[in-house]
């Protein structure tokens, strides 16, 4: 968000005198480092945006206020409900969503349970959104439009799908006012933002004399199409480059497969073959001619063409991107959350392939080296680190099942259970995984 939408509101404020700004809210406990950062500086900081020609440091003033939700709950609701606010924007990841595989809410979760009873404070984003509209409503506040701005397909209708069941269960009597006074527009969002290390404060510091406790690093690309459904009024972000389209679908659907799915795909077998920098992983031919044939054969044939967008060269950007060697973007935190990323990115297209009887060969090997990557060994005997709300089972599935990939696609609530009807697919997991373990994952790579 502060690399992204931030900065764009920060374009258009810097040359157009209106009052839109940003209320930043943080609802996860280790937000609070963040939050208090922020507010130390009066809510300003830097952006390093880097490409492998030069690095471009700006300051950014978009944001007026920030809250630690779990700190400070009743400030967060009444924000929601304060009829000034028109746009309530959600970066909260795929896994913040709290769905099952059939993308209904997740209501067996201890923390939706609770929220559902609307006792406590707050747990999960759709215990603070319905109090905030609860709140909305008594004030006669007025419509908002909630815009999520996460890698998921379909984004907005998905949100409104999952806020009205979770109204169903917690106040039936918000439904029909969120269907009146809540508009849901989906949107694509891009832009590779790392995790900001001390070496990029420290140049902050020694380059441009900023002390900035919170600065963000990005690439130089950006891009975001939202669907132009706001039911309240909307600042004109279209004059500094946003793209209000009628249907987002074709450009989020080209994102998440080729860029998102590729970086999954990517950063487990990179992950094995012991490189920890994703542009270091692209000097590697064997894995670039891997990724060029997974968006080419397996992922590209899945994709209706894109207005004003030539998949090719689209395909060739990401390469570049992804070759940005002043990123230094970790291959760990593209294997973060797999299986959130995995059934959104990797599972769709493989499932086009299937019933269309298309390659599948690049998309099925980057799941085999997703199920090595959960032994939490590497082939080294290296402790890997795995981060996913689902970690504990997958890795004791991936420990007991090492090369039986049918107990991985059995797991309730992770996967479409569709997959296990496909013989060629599981015979073509359990090839490669077999292989992974029995030759190492380069070699595997070099013989699929």
Not at 110 to 132: F, H, R, S, V
Not at 173 to 181: A, F, G, L, N, R
Request: charged fraction near 20%; hydrophobic fraction near 40%.
């Amino acid at each position: 968000h502060r690399a992204h939408q931030a900065v764009y509101m920060d374009d258009y404020l810097n040359q157009f005198s209106e009052s839109w700004m940003i209320v930043g809210v943080g609802l996860m406990p280790h937000d609070i480092n963040l939050i208090q950062a922020m507010q130390s500086q009066d809510n300003l900081y830097t952006v390093l945006q880097r490409s492998s020609e030069q690095d471009q440091c700006r300051i950014i003033g978009s944001i007026k206020e920030t809250v630690h939700g779990p700190s400070h709950p009743e400030k967060v609701i009444d924000f929601i409900s304060d009829k000034n606010i028109k746009i309530i924007s959600l970066t909260i990841t795929e896994k913040g969503y709290w769905y099952n595989d059939e993308k209904n809410l997740d209501v067996k979760n201890i923390l939706i349970a609770q929220d559902i009873l609307l006792k406590e404070n707050p747990k999960t984003i759709y215990g603070y959104i319905l109090k905030g509209l609860q709140a909305r409503r008594a004030k006669n506040s007025g419509p908002v439009t909630i815009l999520s701005c996460d890698n998921l397909p379909g984004n907005g209708e998905l949100t409104r799908h999952l806020l009205l069941q979770f109204a169903s269960a917690a106040d039936s009597s918000m439904v029909d006012w969120i269907k009146q006074s809540v508009s849901f527009p989906n949107s694509m969002v891009d832009r590779i933002t790392p995790a900001t290390t001390p070496v990029i404060s420290q140049i902050i510091h020694e380059k441009y004399q900023i002390d900035d406790k919170c600065p963000v690093l990005c690439e130089n690309y950006r891009q975001w199409i939202i669907e132009d459904n706001f039911i309240a009024s909307r600042p004109g972000l279209d004059k500094v480059g946003v793209q209000f389209v009628k249907d987002v679908e074709p450009y989020e659907k080209m994102k998440v497969r080729l860029l998102n799915g590729s970086h999954s795909a990517l950063s487990y077998i990179a992950y094995l073959m012991q490189y920890r920098i994703v542009d270091k992983a692209l000097s590697d031919p064997l894995i670039v001619q891997f990724i060029q044939n997974y968006m080419k054969e397996d992922i590209t044939p899945t994709l209706s063409q894109v207005e004003g967008i030539d998949l090719i060269e689209y395909q060739c950007t990401l390469l570049q991107r992804f070759s940005n060697s002043s990123i230094q973007d970790q291959i760990q935190r593209l294997a973060e959350d797999g299986s959130q990323k995995i059934r959104n990115a990797l599972i769709p297209p493989l499932l086009h392939q299937l019933q269309t009887k298309g390659s599948i060969q690049h998309l099925v090997f980057a799941l085999a080296a997703w199920y090595r990557y959960l032994n939490a060994v590497d082939e080294q005997g290296q402790a890997i680190e795995i981060k996913d709300p689902l970690k504990n089972i997958l890795i004791e599935c991936a420990q007991q099942h090492s090369q039986e990939p049918r107990f991985l696609f059995e797991i309730e609530n992770l996967f479409d259970r569709e997959l296990l009807q496909y013989p060629n697919f599981l015979y073509l997991f359990k090839k490669y995984i077999t292989s992974i373990h029995a030759v190492g994952i380069r070699q595997a790579l070099t013989i699929m």
